[in-house]
């Protein structure tokens, strides 16, 4: 069987990271890489082997590659997405999809019609603490689930290539670049889309120091935001950008009314004390025995050592594998999954700024049919 041949544009931080995964995979090969920046491309290069490319219309007419995957700066989606659109390859498209839901609703508009699959790059789904909460919902362990409460307490931005994750205009804001993670969890643990959204926050402790060009970074570094649900339900994220000595980097919270049940997840082995890897763990708190269980979800060293995200990029990108050789098939993050998460993102962007209660409702839900 030949393998796959992937050209990966955006070759920093997290195309990095999709680079050493893709490599775990039998079957996966990746045959080209693009960024205009010299030394993320050198970079990508000797980490793969790949033909490199500055520019990403060169890799396309190229034509060496079986799928792409797209890991540039959020500002620049929207563009590479519609000249990938325009191609007959399957695409791996990083989240956010777009840095605003206008956007997002006309990549989907673009997309009508196209045979490939285009799949949103939501690697929450995948970390296995979070997939073990899923099972566990599915098998009725909580009961009907009621209220999803997500806590991520982590280190502040990483330095990028320009710095362009420390402003809004470029990033969507924090709660699209950094949350539409949660916003996306919620609507897939609830099983019901958002009609309303609040959220308070503010950019008091990170990046107070830096200037670029006399300008200071806005992303926000705490916050609440509780998001209402279609069918009733509710949730609620509490984000720390300046809490790095948390055991846990995030804990994903499902209760209903027969239990509550967490994923607990550590942070990268790189931001531990020690620098070593650790495990995850799924607990269940029972209302009928009133007791606790705790369990211990092992991960693949390998697999924690090829990226940030706890071997949630690798089990994505199999599932994602196993769709393009399949060739046929829905992705199982689609479009519209995106753009729900970039919706309440912004929408809870413009809840900080305004102090209101934004009503989703109010502005209709264009990609509804499609989510």
């Given at each position: 069987m030949e393998p796959i041949r992937y050209g990966i544009i955006g070759s920093g931080m997290m195309g990095q990271e999709h680079m050493r995964n893709i490599a775990l995979l039998d079957g996966a090969h990746i045959s080209a890489v693009c960024d205009p920046h010299e030394g993320m491309r050198t970079q990508a290069q000797a980490l793969t082997g790949a033909e490199a490319f500055s520019e990403h219309h060169a890799l396309l007419a190229a034509d060496i590659c079986d799928a792409y995957v797209l890991a540039a700066p959020n500002d620049l989606h929207a563009g590479l997405m519609r000249d990938l659109l325009a191609t007959d390859k399957p695409i791996l498209c990083e989240k956010p999809l777009a840095t605003n839901a206008a956007d997002c609703r006309a990549l989907i508009q673009a997309a009508e019609g196209r045979r490939a699959p285009v799949w949103v790059a939501m690697e929450y789904r995948y970390m296995p603490p979070v997939e073990r909460l899923r099972a566990a919902i599915a098998e009725g362990r909580a009961g009907s689930p009621r209220m999803v409460s997500i806590r991520e307490h982590r280190f502040p931005f990483l330095e990028k290539v320009g710095d362009w994750n420390r402003f809004n205009a470029r990033t969507g804001g924090t709660m699209v670049e950094k949350c539409c993670h949660f916003f996306d969890l919620m609507r897939l643990l609830l099983n019901s889309d958002p009609i309303r959204v609040y959220a308070s926050a503010g950019a008091d402790v990170n990046h107070k120091d830096e200037r670029y060009d006399g300008r200071i970074p806005d992303m926000v570094d705490h916050g609440f935001?509780?998001?209402?649900?279609?069918?009733?339900?509710?949730?609620?994220?509490?984000?720390?950008?300046?809490?790095?000595?948390?055991?846990?980097?995030?804990v994903v919270s499902v209760t209903g009314d027969k239990a509550r049940l967490d994923a607990c997840v550590p942070g990268p082995a790189r931001f531990s004390p020690d620098g070593q890897e650790r495990h995850s763990e799924f607990v269940i708190s029972d209302r009928a025995t009133k007791c606790e269980t705790r369990e211990v979800v092992e991960v693949d060293a390998r697999i924690l050592r090829a990226g940030d995200h706890h071997g949630s990029t690798y089990f994505?990108?199999?599932?994602?594998l196993e769709l393009?050789?399949?060739g046929r098939g829905a992705p199982e993050v689609s479009l519209?999954?995106?753009?729900?998460?970039?919706?309440?993102?912004?929408?809870?962007?413009?809840?900080i700024r305004t102090h209101q209660v934004i009503d989703l409702r109010a502005n209709g839900h264009p990609a509804a049919s499609a989510a």
């Open positions: 935001v509780t998001v209402d649900f279609a069918n009733g339900t509710r949730a609620m994220l509490e984000l720390c950008m300046f809490a790095e000595g948390s055991y846990w980097q995030e994505q990108h199999a599932r994602f393009v050789r399949a519209a999954d995106g753009y729900w998460s970039v919706l309440v993102g912004e929408a809870a962007e413009q809840s």
